[in-house]
C-alpha cells in the first residue's frame, strides 16, 4: 500500500506498542536483577518509582522514605531523559521534557531535602560531559546537565550541605543496561576514540570523589577519555 495506507500505520503503531512494552518488560527484569545481586551481598535495598516531574509525588516520597529510616544521608540523582535532534528540528515539548526532566526533578528533590530536619550529607546530581563539551542534537540535554551545577550550587550554599554535579563521559553498557549509550551511539565513539567508562570503574570514581574529594567542589568531569 502507499503511505496512507491505513494498515501499514497500523502496523507502526503496533510496532511502537511492541517496542515499549518490551522496554518495560527489560527495565522490570533489570530491576529485579540489581535487587537480587544486592541482597545477595547483603544490602538491604527497595525499589520504588516515582515520576520527579511530580512535585507533590517526590516531595511526599522523600519524607517517607526520611520517615521510614530517621534519617537520609545522601542522594543520587540520576534521572533524565533524551530526545536527541537538532534545534531547527526539536519542538518545546520535547525540549521541556529533556530540560524539565532534569532541571525541575532536581529542583523538587532539592527543595524535598530542605524541608527535612538535618539535610544529608551529600546530594549528587548525574550530568553529562555534554554540558562541558555540547554534543550535536542535544542542546536540551546539554543545558539541562549545565543547569543542574548551578542549582546543586546554590543549594549548597543555602543548607550548607555538599552537593556534587559528576559530568560524565559515555558509559559502556552492562549487561542488560545499555542506558544512554545505544549500539549506535557506541560505535560512533568508537569510531571517533572516544572510550567507555568501564562500569566498576565509573562506580569506584564517584565512591572516592566522595571519600578524598574537595567537599567544597561542585562539579567534577569523569570520562574514560582523559581528555
Ligand atoms: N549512560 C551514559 O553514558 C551517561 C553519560 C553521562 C550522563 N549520564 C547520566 O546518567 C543518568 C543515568 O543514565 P543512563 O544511561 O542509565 O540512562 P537511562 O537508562 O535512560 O536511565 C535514566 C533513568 O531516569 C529515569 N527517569 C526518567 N524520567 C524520570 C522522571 N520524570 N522521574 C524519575 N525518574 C525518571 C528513568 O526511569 P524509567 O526508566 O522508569 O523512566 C531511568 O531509570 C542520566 O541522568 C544521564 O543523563 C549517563
New binding site residues.
Given amino acids: 500500500g502507499g503511505e496512507g495506507d491505513p494498515l501499514l500505520r497500523l502496523d507502526a503503531e503496533f510496532d511502537d506498542e511492541i517496542n515499549r512494552e518490551a522496554?518495560l518488560i527489560l527495565?522490570r527484569r533489570e530491576i529485579t536483577a540489581t535487587l537480587d545481586e544486592l541482597a545477595a551481598l547483603g544490602s538491604e535495598a527497595r525499589y520504588r518509582?516515582?515520576?520527579?516531574?511530580?512535585r507533590d509525588a517526590?516531595l511526599q516520597a522523600v519524607k517517607e522514605i526520611h520517615a521510614d529510616h530517621g534519617r537520609l544521608d545522601g542522594v543520587v540523582?540520576?534521572?533524565?531523559?533524551?530526545e536527541d535532534r537538532l534545534i531547527a528540528e526539536k519542538t518545546p515539548e520535547s525540549f521541556q521534557r529533556v530540560y524539565g526532566?532534569?532541571t525541575a526533578?532536581a529542583a523538587t528533590l532539592l527543595a524535598a531535602l530542605e524541608e527535612l530536619p538535618g539535610g544529608p550529607a551529600f546530594a549528587v546530581l548525574?550530568?553529562?560531559?555534554?554540558a562541558v563539551l555540547g554534543n550535536r542534537g542535544q542542546a536540551d540535554?546539554a543545558a539541562a546537565?549545565d543547569a543542574l551545577e548551578s542549582l546543586g550550587a546554590d543549594w549548597a550554599e543555602r543548607t550548607g550541605n555538599r552537593a556534587l554535579t559528576?559530568?560524565?563521559?559515555?558509559?559502556?553498557p552492562t549487561g542488560g543496561?545499555?542506558?544512554?549509550?545505544s549500539p549506535e551511539l557506541g560505535r560512533e565513539y568508537a569510531r571517533r576514540g572516544v572510550e567507555?567508562?568501564d562500569p566498576d570503574e565509573g562506580t569506584a570514581a564517584l565512591l572516592r570523589e566522595l571519600a578524598w574529594g574537595e567537599e567544597s567542589v561542585r562539579a567534577v568531569v569523569y570520562t574514560a577519555s582523559g581528555w
Wanted: a negative charge; zero cysteines; charged letters at 15%.
Fill in positions: 522496554e527495565a518509582a516515582v515520576d520527579f516531574r511530580d517526590a540523582f540520576a534521572a533524565g531523559v533524551i526532566t532534569k526533578g548525574f550530568g553529562s560531559i555534554s540535554y546537565n559528576v559530568h560524565w563521559g559515555p558509559w559502556a543496561h545499555t542506558g544512554m549509550v567507555l567508562i
